[in-house]
């Protein structure tokens, strides 16, 4: 079963606005953390903004905010003011286990495009 | 955070040849590291937790004696594609933790393996 779903295999956002990218997780652990990157087309992996499964506000970093809702199991990525350099892959990515010794399982990934 | 240095960026080899990837931890010294493989248009699949002074843990499908690990030291472990075929083209991308479970994985910059 999959860990990590991202059901937008694409998606596109005018300059300026808003846009929430969808990441749902499937997880028995009580303790785990939720993580976003950014993949550009040079390939760089590029860590954007954490969630802890304990934590009681959403996380926030600048213009990236997280919108997570615990007994759906979602964590979205909501990227505000988009801007042209915001175009590239998104993947949500999960660490199970109270350890950052245990590897991120990863989503299949969003292609954001932004349209000047 | 933790800078991880990967060499090379790409590679072209010819069928049959190995080919050694370099990970370094700029400026934390890793217990731990991860290697993962991307193909194109795909989500990052882990291959295998490199540890240091001991064996590596492959994943399910992943030849341990095809992909050769070796973490010699807390600053650099490496991966050899032993008899390299051309479906092993792909991008592998190596990480670090600082180990506490909210960090997030620090990537390399990856390298393009292409085996004609």
């Known amino acids: 079963a999959q860990k990590i779903t991202q059901t937008q295999p694409g998606m596109f956002v005018q300059e300026k606005e808003a846009v929430t990218l969808d990441c749902t997780y499937d997880?028995?652990?009580?303790?785990?953390?939720l993580f976003w990157y950014k993949q550009p087309s040079s390939g760089e992996m590029i860590f954007l903004i954490y969630q802890g499964s304990y934590d009681q506000q959403n996380a926030t970093e600048g213009r990236y905010s997280l919108n997570f809702q615990k007994a759906r199991k979602s964590a979205n990525l909501v990227i505000s003011a988009s801007q042209l350099g915001d175009s590239a892959m998104y993947f949500c990515a999960m660490r199970e286990a109270n350890s950052g010794n245990t590897p991120l399982v990863f989503g299949k990934g969003t292609r954001l495009s932004v349209i000047a | 955070g933790a800078v991880v240095s990967q060499h090379p960026s790409w590679v072209i080899c010819k069928s049959g040849t190995s080919v050694k990837i370099e990970c370094r931890s700029l400026?934390?010294?890793?217990?731990?590291m991860f290697w993962y493989r991307q193909f194109p248009k795909q989500s990052l699949m882990l291959m295998a937790t490199s540890n240091e002074g001991s064996k590596a843990t492959y994943e399910q499908g992943v030849e341990k004696d095809k992909f050769l690990i070796n973490h010699a030291s807390l600053t650099l472990s490496t991966l050899t594609v032993t008899s390299a075929h051309p479906e092993d083209s792909s991008f592998y991308i190596c990480?670090?933790?600082?180990?506490?479970?909210?960090?997030?994985?620090?990537f390399g910059n990856g390298t393009r393996l292409t085996v004609t």
């Open positions: 990480s670090v933790s600082r180990g506490s479970k909210n960090s997030p994985l620090h």
């Open positions: 400026d934390f010294q890793a217990t731990t």
């Open positions: 997880t028995s652990d009580p303790s785990y953390g």
